[in-house]
């Protein structure tokens, strides 16, 4: 395809009755993959969710159909269900399917549903792995998922279960797994989740930023601590979508913000973990 | 810039001075994201370490300086230290560096250290996220690192400290906190892990799957128990760069194998975790 935007490559050729499943990313268009790019120019159909940023669509085959799966026409939305069944048939009558899902579709996605339902019903597929939010989202808030001196392990949790509610999860056994805990789809139940982490041991003036809407136009960060985050977030109207970091990490931010350094400012704290050079360590 | 082989968009400059630290993935050239594509077009100097596809460097500015920092002439690989140490006067000269890591550089890669380091010697930074291999890794052996009847939380541990260890840690908490363990850099301590995860009451039995250069040419899969993990890894040859996952979501990889797929397999079993059609849950 001359017309492709890839560079010089051996890109694979999507097939009729075959589904891609592809990770868009957190929202910034530049943070596609090249194989998500090469997907969107040849799918006759992109099936996508509410987190994929408009923008991206402006790069598909212009012959492809969209599908708008996060809302349709205000109804309320699709039930996995209809989803992956909307799926299989798409597939089933021959077409090229881009099913495209924000953030990763195997991290906290429901991709994984997705993709064993196509299986079941003789459906090939593809996957593609997409910028995760827990990871990419928070480096757009200058926050390092690790830091040597921070955590040598990492937790995500998701903020709710299938019917809303913080999940049935071992809550001590995560507080006292990783120094950092990162938080999908938090906000509903913040008050609940950071209760059970103090309830556990985490400190009430640890350190938390909520990322809302990252790696967009639109991205706010609100930095507050485990005791205030819930309130704060209400006070600020910082809701979903949105990404919660629990742990030092968060703090690391007053140094690696290099959103405000591309705005003129200059770091807030270069050392704000007081350890030193970090050459050194 | 008209041969950037980028879509249509308003792509950032590098300014000279500089720093971007960008993932480059695991290993896949098409999992580069855009920005990151961008970048390698404009970068002066191209820093990267052992783990980055050298196909991605075709993609490079012609001129660009390219540093392999991952070996040096058959020397022993630069400090810490000395890499940080470099980016900065590389910085100071008025070159657009691009730091290549493979990867994210945030995930157990050192990147919070290096961004830390130029900050302090007021440097200016650029984060661009990359396709960390404990998620698009594990998705390339058809592994979904969170599914929901498996999992409602995930933890990634680095398999080693500064010191070569396996990391002082909470195993019991992190044994009984999530469901699925990914573990990084594990092969040369898996013994000890396995066995800590084992005696805080992981079950022998539990599946494991090896992923050893995952996502390229050469990716090689290993499907084990925890038991018998670093056993088996020995015997099979697999070792480094790999990647591990511990918990009922390595058994997916029977139903969703997409590269066997691609190879006109079909599905070992297209339910391996018994629960029944996908699409009802």
């Known amino acids: 395809m001359s017309d492709s935007n890839l560079p010089p490559g051996d890109w694979p050729e999507m097939q009729p009755g075959w589904v891609w499943l592809v990770g868009a990313g957190p929202g910034d268009p530049g943070l596609l993959t090249l194989h998500a790019l090469n997907a969107l120019r040849q799918a006759d159909v992109i099936v996508h969710d509410a987190l994929v940023a408009p923008a991206l669509l402006d790069w598909a ?6 599908i708008d799966m996060g809302k349709r026409g205000g109804k309320v939305s699709p039930t996995q269900t209809t989803i992956s069944r909307d799926l299989v048939a798409l597939a089933r009558a021959g077409k090229r399917v881009l099913r495209l899902k924000g953030g990763d579709p195997f991290v906290f996605g429901r991709g994984g549903e ?3 339902t196509l299986v079941q019903h003789d459906v090939p597929i593809r996957i593609v792995p ?5 990871i990419g989202g928070l480096a757009y808030a200058g926050i390092p998922v690790t830091h040597r001196d921070v955590n040598a392990s990492l937790t995500f949790v998701t903020g709710h279960d299938a019917k809303g509610r913080a999940p049935q999860l071992d809550w001590p056994a995560i507080a006292r797994g990783s120094a950092v805990i990162v938080i999908y789809m938090g906000m509903r139940n913040l008050a ?11 400190h009430a003036d640890e350190p938390v930023a909520i990322v809302q809407s990252a790696s967009t136009p ?9 005791a205030a985050c819930a309130a704060d977030a209400e006070a600020a109207d910082i809701g979903a ?3 919660v970091c629990v742990g030092q990490a968060a703090l690391m931010r007053r140094a690696l913000d290099w959103q405000a350094m591309l705005a003129g400012e200059a770091p807030r704290d270069p050392d704000p973990l007081g350890l030193g050079p970090a050459e050194d360590r």
């Open 61 to 66: 085959n212009p012959a492809a159909e969209v």
């Open 114 to 116: 997705e993709a064993q």
């Open 130 to 134: 997409g910028i995760s939010a827990g």
């Open 192 to 202: 609940e989740i950071s209760a059970k982490l103090m309830g556990a041991g985490r």
């Open 218 to 226: 639109d991205q706010r960060v609100l930095e507050t601590t485990l």
């Open 241 to 243: 979508p949105a990404i």
